[in-house]
């Protein structure tokens, strides 16, 4: 699309759209690059394939809209509003999106490959399939978001709440989980190889055949933790509190569990000896 003239606003590359209104416009293969939107109204506005790369949409309402395969690439989208927008397979890399508000967004399969997500609001938002590898996510709350299969490898998530937090199938590889709370996270089949979960609250999380090999879970809290059939090999579990958590069939070997805590509730692998290991129980 060239330049052309939507609600009296010429649309081009390099516009100055700031605070522009162009509620519900249609804005369909628009090239937007290096565009001025910031603070500008495009609630329900149709971005469908729409070119945004490197454009300014500081605290841009964006609420509802349509930015399908988008290319956000670069772009400044710190504070904007983009609840329930739909940004399935767009183009986020390294875009800035801190402190913006996404809840209930469907990012499905989006790229936001070292994209800033610091204090982000993403509550219930859809990230299936997204890649965040490298994505800056602290103290982002992803409270209930859905990120199967989400490749996270890399990803800074220190102090972020997941709390019900779907990540089956997820990929965490290197991720610093660091004091973040994943309450009743369902992580079945997570690969989370050599991950800092250090003092992160896994409370009632599932854990089930996840792969945490050489993961830090120092003093983590494992409460009521599912970790049947997870491989545990060389994680550092020391000072964990894993009472009453399922341990059955998971694979310990050269795991460090001193001073770990646990109780009578705690489910061990058959023939494993959490004694000698230097656990204690409550």
Request: charged share 5%.
């Amino acid at each position: 699309m060239g330049a052309v003239e939507v609600n009296g606003y010429t649309i081009e590359p390099g516009a100055n759209l700031s605070e522009a209104d162009l509620q519900e416009a249609n804005l369909t293969e628009a090239n937007l690059t290096e565009a001025n939107l910031a603070g500008a109204n495009l609630w329900w506005a149709v971005l469908y394939l729409a070119n945004l790369a490197g454009a300014n949409l500081q605290e841009a309402e964006l609420a509802g809209a349509n930015l399908q395969e988008a290319n956000l690439a670069g772009a400044n989208l710190q504070e904007a509003v983009l609840y329930l927008a739909n940004l399935y397979s767009a183009n986020l890399h390294e875009a800035n999106l801190a402190g913006a508000n996404l809840q209930q967004a469907v990012l499905h399969s989006a790229v936001l490959h070292s994209a800033n997500l610091a204090g982000a609001n993403l509550w219930w938002a859809v990230l299936h399939s997204a890649n965040l590898a490298g994505a800056n996510l602290q103290q982002a709350s992803l409270t209930g978001a859905n990120l199967h299969s989400a490749n996270l490898h890399s990803a800074n998530l220190t102090e972020a709440a997941l709390t019900m937090a779907n990540l089956p199938e997820a990929y965490l590889t290197g991720a610093n989980l660091h004091g973040a709370d994943l309450t009743g996270a369902n992580l079945h089949g997570a690969n989370l190889q050599g991950a800092v979960l250090h003092s992160a609250n896994l409370h009632s999380a599932n854990l089930q055949q996840a792969n945490l090999t050489g993961a830090n879970l120092a003093g983590a809290v494992l409460i009521g933790v599912n970790l049947a059939g997870a491989v545990l090999i060389g994680v550092n579990l020391a000072g964990a509190n894993l009472a009453g958590a399922v341990l059955f069939e998971a694979n310990l070997t050269g795991a460090n569990l001193q001073l770990a805590t646990a109780d009578a509730r705690t489910l061990w692998p058959e023939g494993f000896d959490p004694v000698a290991v230097g656990v204690t129980f409550e």
